[in-house]
């Protein structure tokens, strides 16, 4: 007789369901598992069978997708504190000094958006336009005008990227091949690490190649990411040619059907005219092997450097066709105003924003909750 035929032969009042959550799995870091514990009232005599049963229902995934959106947020908040309380200081110190709309008034202003890490090209022309929004809008006490200039801000901010695609593009078939590129120590190794581990966790097969020879213990520190996140890494020798690790990792990554083949690159200065003609020596390869790659080339920017990021920016992408910014470091500045810049100076993209040391420190950048978590204070004042 089989399991559910027993039950069958069970008077209904004799089996009992109860409902628990198992705590163990919070060792993973996991949420607890609910399973339905059914409970077999004396199917012998003194004997009871319990079968665990786990159980997951859509309002749990739904809860679950709300908590991760949240945390997202909540993260995003945290990460932005120090550029937040910047933003909020110089504001109020400008707006205590207010007396008129005047020349001097804004004057000041633009002097504020400066140091607010906006650069003197941004601030000009918000400072401009400004000038037309506020005699428009006929503002002349302190609230109205600072309401007219947060909500001009925003509008201009969210305007800036409304044609820019700050989402990752992958290839129709076979594996995507994301380069990132950037200078020593902005974190692209560790970036590489953290998007390995997102992608990994979204079902996604993926292969890293450590192309970064030049710099001593480079291809260790991304294998050590590799073997964190259980990622296969490709590898060549100390000083090996990078365009050959990349050209292997090409192959690993399509014979193994990857998803995605994420390449670290040398640090190089952007004005290192060998560096250069290596990264597009890997290029030509990637294409030879796969013609519609790479589908990204992801821009490493250090926010804690402010208008140096800016700058490396542009040079960068007069010399290479960067696709995106990765900006880490966002949580340890108060400079993030340097998005600002990024956005209507060079009109490349933000795709994603380091918010931490923890692999899952990482997160797809979304123009409108940056404008919400930076602006918010200001505009409830």
Avoid: C
Avoid at 181 to 196: A, R
Avoid at 208 to 235: H, I, S
Avoid at 348 to 363: A, M, R, S, Y
């Amino acid at each position: 007789m089989g399991l559910f035929d027993f039950f069958k032969k069970k008077p209904v009042e004799d089996i009992v369901e109860i409902e628990v959550l198992y705590p163990s799995s919070w060792e993973n870091g996991m949420p607890p598992v609910k399973v339905v514990v059914v409970e077999v009232l004396q199917p012998m005599p003194g004997k009871a069978v319990d079968i665990i049963l786990p159980i997951r229902n859509t309002t749990e995934t739904e809860t679950e997708t709300e908590t991760e959106t949240e945390n997202a947020s909540q993260k995003l908040d945290s990460g932005l504190s120090k550029t937040k309380k910047t933003w909020s200081e110089r504001w109020n110190a400008f707006m205590a000094n207010f007396r008129s709309v005047d020349e001097d008034f804004f004057d000041d202003l633009e002097e504020t958006l400066i140091g607010a890490d906006v650069g003197a090209q941004t601030a000009i022309q918000i400072t401009e336009e400004l000038r037309d929004e506020v005699k428009l809008q006929n503002a002349k006490s302190k609230q109205e005008v600072s309401a007219v200039i947060v909500d001009k801000l925003v509008s201009l901010y969210r305007s800036q990227g409304i044609d820019e695609d700050a989402s990752m593009h992958f290839a129709p078939q076979g594996p995507t091949v994301i380069l990132l590129v950037g200078v020593n120590g902005v974190g692209k190794t560790t970036t590489i690490g953290k998007l390995s581990a997102y992608y990994k966790n979204a079902g996604k097969k993926v292969v890293l190649a450590a192309a970064d020879t030049f710099r001593a213990g480079a291809t260790e520190q991304l294998v050590a990411w590799g073997e964190r996140n259980g990622v296969p890494v490709v590898t060549g020798t100390a000083k090996a040619d990078p365009a050959s690790v990349v050209f292997d990792g090409v192959k690993t990554a399509i014979d193994t059907q990857a998803d995605i083949l994420f390449v670290d690159t040398a640090g190089r200065l952007q004005n290192n005219v060998n560096l250069m003609q290596e990264l597009a020596k890997m290029k030509r390869i990637i294409t030879r092997e796969l013609p519609n790659e790479p589908q990204e080339v992801l821009l490493a920017l250090d926010a804690t450097t402010g208008q140096n990021a800016v700058q490396q920016a542009k040079l960068f992408k007069d010399s290479t066709d960067v696709t995106g910014i990765i900006l880490t470091k966002l949580d340890g500045t108060a400079k993030g105003g340097i998005i600002l810049p990024i956005r209507n100076e060079l009109h490349l993209p933000v795709k994603w924003v380091g918010l931490g040391e923890n692999v899952t420190d990482i997160q797809p950048f979304e123009a409108n909750d940056f404008a919400k978590s930076l602006f918010g204070s200001l505009l409830t004042e």
